[in-house]
């Protein structure tokens, strides 16, 4: 079974950065595309990135110019670097992995903060 664990989360000032790290096992990484997600407190989860085999990169739109997705295939690892970080990226973040009609797989989240 494919499994999906988080870190790099943490409390950082506005303004800050931070990296998240998606480490991969028991898949065949370099066929999946990798999302990061989000969930903030009394919200629905929202698509923040992803990133297919191929290296085709999207964003949504209030992250765009700040946050970059990549991933390595060697290492079997995404990430997610976020830069000028704002209030209203506070949200527990998850990494998901997709292809075709394989049931996705989700990590455990890490909690992001951003507060001064």
């Known amino acids: 079974q494919g499994q999906l664990v988080e870190s790099g989360g943490g409390l950082v000032q506005p303004g800050g950065s931070l990296r998240l790290s998606c480490v991969t096992s028991?898949?065949?990484?370099?066929?999946?595309?990798i999302n990061w997600y989000r969930q903030a407190p009394g919200g629905q989860r929202e698509l923040v990135a992803s990133i297919t085999g191929s290296r085709i990169t999207n964003y949504m739109d209030s992250v765009k110019g700040r946050f970059t997705i990549g991933r390595d295939n060697v290492k079997k690892e995404a990430h997610l670097q976020m830069n000028s970080l704002k209030s209203e990226d506070t949200a527990v973040y998850y990494c998901?992995?997709?292809?075709?009609?394989?049931?996705?797989?989700w990590g455990q989240g890490t909690q992001v903060t951003v507060s001064s």
């Open positions: 998901n992995a997709e292809y075709g009609d394989r049931a996705p797989l």
């Open positions: 028991g898949i065949t990484f370099p066929i999946y595309t």
